[in-house]
């Protein structure tokens, strides 16, 4: 309880840094391409070609999901899935890439991952700008939830922030778990139904299962916010399983951050 | 007079780790046993406000360590550090981000540091004007040389203001103007009572601007006190030193920790 009460408020403490940290962090990871911050939108779009080609076109044959054209369904699972995936891998390496610059000062480590995931979310919220341009030019007004949204964004960026301060520590301190976690991660892409849809034929239990994993929560949530507009899945237990997982989380990942952090540098 | 850093018998041990698997082992049970690399063992010294304090000692005799714990970078596993104060470090290139430019890096440390928006906006002029960057200021930090780098780093972290500022090695890449130029500054820190800790391997930089020496031997304090002795002291000793045969500094070395550890046990 006491460590989580440090890591809270040195996040709060440091809201200026963390916000101009992050806007250079954006800025570094573009500045060698010479498309520079282009890929921002290069990267994710020939991503949903290669979806919508090899999923949408092939394993569907160009089927419709429900009244929604596949594309449309498609990118409402891939644009928050995009700022799942880069969060937690970057997340999960970020105190270990950045220890090297601030480990000659004094320096709140516990802000690091925050301002990584910061800058991620900068990028998601161009994407979703973009998501509901399309979204709206193609279905109309009439399904879009934009607080649902708003509370889907939130809660994700809460969630992949909590996970990281776990990953974080922890790959710093052991590599391989950086690369279990890409490992993972990658996994998890093909278990969240972001390309598949569930069977309704499916055992009712495997169904509840699935339902626990809190990326599905997240990216139907985006789906249902963007296409049906419904407050579903806002009202049902599984938003508190969600926050009960981030708060469970938060716990254990500043417990182990504020434990471990005065040897993060000997670590190195 | 009141203190302004305080060593109280401070040990840094480092494990020897023969595998990696060990190390998860330890996280995981915390077993004591094993190979230590004693990098500083039970030091103890204090040092008042205006005083400048030239560390001195061979390579690996813990000067590095020693200036980590004085910035709070690393922890020590026994004794306690006392520190009044902010400390700030400036080893070679450190905290600089290579792929930025000159201007976003000096933002970025003092942002680092603790700065708020408007104290940054105060010092970057100072610091481009210290450091004598020119028209490199816009360009990134990896097409500098290492002289630039260092007279980068050197810049912010004196512009920062700190109230003990420990220099770790960091005026050997500068040319001769340059480190006329920073041993002016800290003069003038020492006259503002400010605490600096000076680590180098030029006997003559530390003769002719500590006040204090400190000589470190193989993790222990050997000497510690007025300027003049301590660096004779030192200078007679590598005299000695770089005369001996490889076999004869091995037996020293032994010699030493041996002693050391029986000084210990009586104690």
């Known amino acids: 309880m006491k460590s989580m009460k440090i890591v809270l408020q040195e996040q709060l403490e440091n809201l200026y840094m963390i916000g101009r940290l992050s806007a250079y962090e954006l800025k570094k990871s573009?500045?060698?391409?010479?498309?520079?911050?282009?890929?921002?939108?290069?990267?994710?779009?020939?991503?949903?070609g290669v979806y919508w080609i090899v999923f949408g076109l092939g394993v569907r044959g160009g089927r419709d999901v429900g009244d929604t054209p596949f594309v449309i369904w498609l990118i409402?699972?891939?644009?928050?899935?995009?700022?799942?995936?880069?969060?937690?891998?970057q997340g999960s390496n970020s105190v270990y890439a950045r220890l090297n610059s601030v480990s000659k000062m004094n320096f709140p480590l516990s802000v690091i991952p925050t301002y990584v995931i910061v800058a991620q979310a900068y990028t998601h919220l161009i994407l979703v700008g973009i998501l509901l341009l399309i979204v709206i030019s193609s279905q109309g007004l009439s399904h879009l939830n934009v607080i649902s949204l708003l509370y889907f964004m939130i809660s994700s960026f809460c969630f992949l922030l909590s996970l990281s301060f776990i990953t974080s520590t922890l790959s710093t301190m052991v590599r391989d778990i950086h690369l279990l976690i890409q490992t993972a991660t990658r996994m998890l892409f093909y278990v969240t139904p972001i390309l598949w849809l569930p069977s309704e034929n499916a055992p009712q239990l495997l169904q509840d299962i699935f339902k626990l994993n809190p990326f599905y929560y997240v990216v139907e949530g985006y789906r249902d916010s963007l296409l049906t507009g419904g407050w579903g899945l806002i009202a049902s237990p599984y938003t508190l399983v969600f926050w009960l997982i981030i708060v469970v989380m938060l716990f254990f990942g500043s417990a182990i951050h504020v434990k471990f952090r005065k040897q993060f540098v000997d670590y190195l | 007079m009141s203190y302004k850093v305080k060593f109280e018998s401070v040990t840094k041990k480092y494990k020897m780790y023969n595998k990696q698997i060990d190390k998860l082992k330890d996280l995981l049970w915390n077993r004591g046993k094993g190979d230590y690399h004693y990098a500083l063992n039970k030091i103890s010294f204090e040092v008042e406000e205006g005083e400048i304090v030239g560390v001195i000692g061979l390579n690996g005799s813990g000067k590095s360590t020693l200036s980590n714990l004085i910035a709070g970078v690393t922890m020590p596993n026994e004794g306690s550090v006392d520190i009044k104060g902010t400390a700030s470090l400036i080893a070679i290139g450190a905290g600089l981000n290579n792929q930025l430019t000159g201007l976003e890096n000096i933002e970025l440390k003092g942002l680092m540091m603790g700065l708020s928006k408007k104290e940054i906006e105060e010092i970057t002029p100072k610091v481009i004007e210290f450091a004598e960057i020119g028209k490199f200021i816009n360009q990134p930090v990896k097409t500098y040389s290492s002289g630039m780098k260092s007279r980068l780093g050197f810049a912010i972290s004196v512009n920062i203001d700190p109230d003990i500022l420990v220099i770790d090695e960091a005026l050997s890449v500068g040319d001769q103007t340059f480190t006329n130029k920073c041993l002016a500054k800290m003069n003038e820190f020492k006259e503002s009572g400010k605490t600096?800790?000076?680590?180098?391997?030029?006997?003559?930089?530390?003769?002719?601007?500590?006040?204090?020496?400190?000589?470190?031997?193989?993790?222990?304090?050997?000497?510690?006190g007025d300027i003049g002795k301590v660096a004779n002291n030192y200078g007679q000793f590598l005299k000695e030193y770089n005369a001996m045969s490889k076999e004869e500094r091995d037996k020293l070395r032994e010699d030493q920790l041996k002693e050391f550890s029986h000084g210990l046990l009586q104690v």
Do not use: M, R
Not at chain 1, 76 to 89: A, D, H, K
Not at chain 2, 207 to 224: D, M, N, P, Q, R
């Open chain 1, 76 to 89: 409402c699972g891939l644009v928050p899935w995009f700022f799942i995936s880069s969060s937690i891998l």
């Open chain 1, 30 to 48: 573009y500045a060698d391409n010479v498309l520079g911050s282009f890929w921002l939108l290069l990267n994710p779009l020939f991503q949903i």
């Open chain 2, 196 to 224: 600096i800790f000076f680590i180098s391997h030029s006997l003559s930089q530390v003769k002719s601007f500590c006040t204090k020496a400190l000589w470190i031997h193989y993790g222990h304090v050997k000497e510690y």
